[in-house]
């Protein structure tokens, strides 16, 4: 049987990096970022990709910067809900596999108990409308898609992310104010990279009999539940405990409408894992192991 190739778009993300460890375990990978093929140019994308002929498009890029998005509307909805449209199309065309990563910020927040992948989207900002209206686009084209729902990721690669911004500003000041009433889960975009070749790898081994099995929507995170505030607390606890050079001495708990900002966040934005599991082969490690490996990463790598 003939290695399948997967292409990864926004390859320099920090899911991207991570994914780029993660799929060689699966088939032949060609990872590009936006200097390659930009997703706000749909025809520059579209020739790129008929060109390398993958048998997977893996999309990791996406437009992140939730505040600017209120008042960049334009070009997050390009990125965001036309590109992976556009995408969709091409999967099609192709006859390729389309796995997509989507957010928490679909829904609008107000439910006590974990999202699942059934539960009714109600975005409240215009980065989560973008994010609606690419997953909507690719559904009403190709079937042969998964799309990936997750939340609050942090990275030892890639720029900006709540972990590094404490451990900067924790080195810089005796106090932080963090919100603590705003509810999710700290996920490491590297279990992302693990969890999303766990499904590739269900779907190449279930070929060519019952791939449709898996085929739709996941919601994947790590385990457990924290507010911003819980997050910030144990990202001071654990990378002191590993020597990280910190003056930090007290974390002040905070409402969200003591820290207010452009785009409305969801309350509670917990997602439960129940669906992606049985594909994942055991449950999915707890935030708190995972955030202190990823400082162990970080402490270990003086590049990064």
């Known amino acids: 049987m003939a290695m399948l190739r997967i292409l990864l778009l926004g390859a320099k993300g920090q899911v991207g990096q991570e994914l780029q460890k993660t799929l060689p375990t699966v088939g032949e990978l060609v990872a590009v970022g936006k200097e390659t093929v930009n997703l706000a140019v749909t025809e520059q994308s579209r020739e790129l990709i008929v060109s390398i002929q993958p048998d997977i498009i893996v999309n990791a890029a996406a437009y992140t910067a ?5 008042t960049e509307s334009e070009l997050a909805h390009m990125v965001n809900g036309k590109a992976p449209t556009v995408l969709a199309e091409i999967a099609k065309q192709l006859g390729a596999l389309l ?14 108990h974990p999202y699942i992948e059934l539960d009714s989207p109600n975005p409240q900002s215009q980065y989560g409308h973008s994010k609606w ?8 084209i190709w079937d042969q ?3 990936v729902r997750t939340a609050w990721v942090y990275g030892a690669q890639g720029k900006g992310n709540f972990v590094k911004t404490m451990l900067r500003l924790g080195s810089e000041r005796p106090e932080v104010r963090v919100v603590d009433d705003q509810v999710g889960t700290p996920t490491w975009a590297k279990d992302i990279g693990d969890a999303i070749a766990s499904l590739i790898r269900h779907w190449s081994n279930s070929k060519p009999s019952t791939p449709a099995k898996i085929y739709g929507t996941y919601h994947f995170t790590n385990r457990g539940v924290a507010s911003w505030y819980d997050f910030a607390v144990a990202i001071f606890a654990e990378a002191q405990a590993l ?20 785009a409305p ?13 049985p594909f994942l082969g055991q449950p999915a490690p707890h935030w708190r192991q995972s955030l202190q490996q990823m400082l162990q990463e970080l402490l270990a790598d003086s590049s990064i």
């Open 243 to 262: 020597g990280f050079p910190l003056q930090i001495e007290r974390v002040i708990p905070i409402t969200t409408s003591e820290y207010p900002l452009p």
């Open 133 to 140: 209206q690419g997953e909507q686009g690719i559904r009403q």
């Open 265 to 277: 966040r969801p309350a509670y934005s917990v997602l439960s894992n129940s669906k992606i599991t």
């Open 145 to 147: 898609h998964i799309i």
């Open 99 to 112: 796995v997509h990563i989507s957010t928490d910020y679909v829904f609008d927040g107000t439910q006590s």
């Open 66 to 70: 939730v505040d600017r998005a209120e």
